[in-house]
Nanobody
Framework: QVQLVESGGGLVQAGGSLRLSCAAS????????RAWYRQAPGKQRELVAA???????NYADSVKGRFTISRDNAKNTVYLQMNSLKPEDTAVYYC?????????WGQGTQVTVSS
């Protein structure tokens, strides 16, 4: 079983930066990718960025060039560096670890970008 805990959210002005962290406890050796999602009020949860065990990444078009996903295998942690933040980035951000037959969600961290 794996537990995920996000941190690093907060209030920032437009144009600012935040770095989110998602630390995993426990182990599941079948995990093959890690991702960040977000959910704004009244909207569906959407994929923001993902990274595979081989290091391949993909990003939502809305964050390309501004956000960077990375991971530290030794710390079992995945990060989301968010630069040039916009008010439309305001949402609860969740991390998700995926294995072939199961997945794990964190509890979420609030990111609020003021204009």
């Amino acid at each position: 079983q794996v537990q995920l805990v996000e941190s690093g959210g907060g209030l920032v002005q437009a144009g600012g930066s935040l770095r989110l962290s998602c630390a995993a406890s426990g182990s599941d050796f079948s995990i093959n990718s890690r991702a960040w999602y977000r959910q704004a009020p009244g909207k569906q949860r959407e994929l923001v960025a993902a990274i595979t065990n081989s290091g391949r990444t993909n990003y939502a078009d809305s964050v390309k060039g501004r956000f960077t996903i990375s991971r530290d295998n030794a710390k079992n942690t995945v990060y989301l560096q968010m630069n040039s933040l916009k008010p439309e980035d305001t949402a609860v951000y969740y991390c998700k670890f995926l294995a072939p037959s199961r997945f794990y969600w964190g509890q979420g961290t609030q990111v609020t970008v003021s204009s």
